[in-house]
């Protein structure tokens, strides 16, 4: 098992940067396939971006690439987004989640993951 905690959300203006962390402790942080979904009010939760356990390869929705950057520190057992270029439709209450038994071409499903941490949330001002 594995236990997640968000923490460097918050009010950034439009243009803005700013950079989550996911610090994870329990079981080897290394084995696990990370990722981070945000949900917006009124609004399904939404895939953001993941990154492989091994080969660390990475995944981005379409409205987040070229802006945002997922990577992920193993010897820190911490998970990483930067966000740049944010916009007032980033905001949303972002969570990180790890899988443990990852599943090809399942990795922006939300069912997929096993652990998810209890969000931090990001607000773009216009």
């Known amino acids: 098992q594995v236990q997640l905690v968000e923490s460097g959300g918050g009010l950034v203006q439009h243009g803005g940067s700013l950079r989550l962390s996911c610090a994870a402790s329990g079981r080897s942080f290394s084995d696990y396939r990370m990722a981070w979904f945000r949900q917006a009010p009124g609004k399904e939760r939404e895939f953001v971006a993941a990154?492989?356990?091994?080969?660390?390869?990475?995944f981005y929705t379409d409205s987040v690439q070229g802006r945002f950057t997922i990577s992920r520190d193993n010897g820190k057992n911490t998970l990483y987004l930067q966000m740049n270029s944010l916009k007032p439709e980033d905001t949303a209450a972002y969570s990180c989640?790890?899988?443990?038994?990852?599943?090809?071409?399942?990795?922006?499903?939300?069912?997929?993951?096993?652990?998810w941490g209890q969000g931090t949330q990001v607000t773009v001002s216009s």
């Open positions: 990154i492989e356990r091994r080969t660390h390869s990475t």
């Open positions: 989640a790890a899988d443990r038994n990852p599943v090809y071409g399942r990795v922006r499903d939300a069912d997929e993951y096993d652990y």
